[in-house]
């Protein structure tokens, strides 16, 4: 397989995913390639933010890269491999940041000398411009073929990054609990900004309320683990004041109170397992 600490890293695809990536790569003291897409405007952009080339075909840029990143939206992957396996990719790394998607997306990859492999950051890439500010305490999930997500783990490792593998079956699980941990967590907020609105006039201070609120549970989460950063009244184990919230509340907000308080009844008999939650169980349970 080619050396992908001296070959070069191009994209296809010059998005937000992409782009940040590049240039996180180039900033790292790796050689960027370039972007081919099929909107040139776009990666001429990319090119010139990451100090590479755009490129006319995927053609040219698979002959001047050792690692190629399909970054492309998850259903338009299968067109773009369906393009580039028919370049010569022998000896390369072929790979794709779908975090839903295995590198078996990559079919027939192994018999063109090549290795497909998913190389997935657990972040939220919002910004083409500015998310790669970040990027240096974002976590990589690695799954392909071993040898190469061996080396692909260990390059991102070089760059300071977290890098662990998993297996091809594990994606969906995977995908599910990172849905959890950022596209879920934005409907709470959300909700709970909602019903501190109801209570104050002012949508400026219930917004900026909840986002500290946000701000100070996951900074003790990070600092603690979610056992210990557990507070509230399912951790005391206060059973009236949960009924004063369920009679409160509506749906969808009350089925969802009930199925997440049930959740942290196992977190709070996890940080106190010699406190008695059989009441509260019962009333979660009804």
Not at 46 to 74: K, M
Not at 135 to 141: D, K, L, P, Q, R
Not at 252 to 270: D, F, M, T
Request: glycine share 10%; net charge negative.
């Amino acid at each position: 397989m080619a050396d992908m600490d001296k070959g070069g890293v191009g994209f296809i695809g010059a998005g937000k995913v992409g782009t940040t990536l590049g240039k996180y790569i180039a900033e790292r003291g790796h050689r960027v390639s370039g972007y081919f897409s099929r909107h040139p405007e776009s990666a001429g952009a990319s090119a010139r933010f990451t100090g590479s080339r755009a490129y006319d075909s995927a053609e040219n840029l698979a002959a001047d890269s050792a690692v190629i990143f399909v970054t492309v939206p998850d259903g338009a992957i299968g067109d773009a491999w369906a393009e580039l396996k028919k370049t010569d990719i022998k000896g390369k790394y072929i790979c794709h940041c779908s975090g839903a998607l295995s590198s078996l997306v990559f079919d027939g990859v192994s018999r063109l000398g090549a290795a497909g492999l998913s190389v997935h950051p657990l972040a939220a890439i919002n910004s083409r411009w500015d998310s790669h500010r970040y990027m240096h305490a974002v976590s990589f999930t690695v799954e392909g073929e071993e040898t190469a997500a061996a080396h692909m783990k260990s390059f991102l490792r070089s760059m300071g990054n977290p890098a662990e593998t998993i297996d091809a079956d594990k994606k969906d699980v995977y995908h599910a609990g990172a849905v959890f941990l950022s596209n879920f967590v934005v409907a709470l907020v959300h909700m709970g900004a909602e019903l501190l609105l109801s209570c104050v006039p002012d949508r400026a201070f219930a917004e900026s309320a909840s986002r500290q609120l946000f701000f100070t549970g996951a900074e003790n989460i990070r600092a603690h683990g979610a056992v210990a950063a557990l507070t509230g009244p399912v951790e005391r184990g206060d059973t009236e004041t949960v009924r004063k919230h369920l009679r409160c509340l509506d749906e969808p907000a009350h089925s969802l109170y009930v199925l997440l308080s049930r959740e942290l009844l196992q977190v709070a008999k996890a940080k106190n397992p010699e406190r008695d939650y059989g009441e509260l169980e019962g009333e979660l349970n009804r």
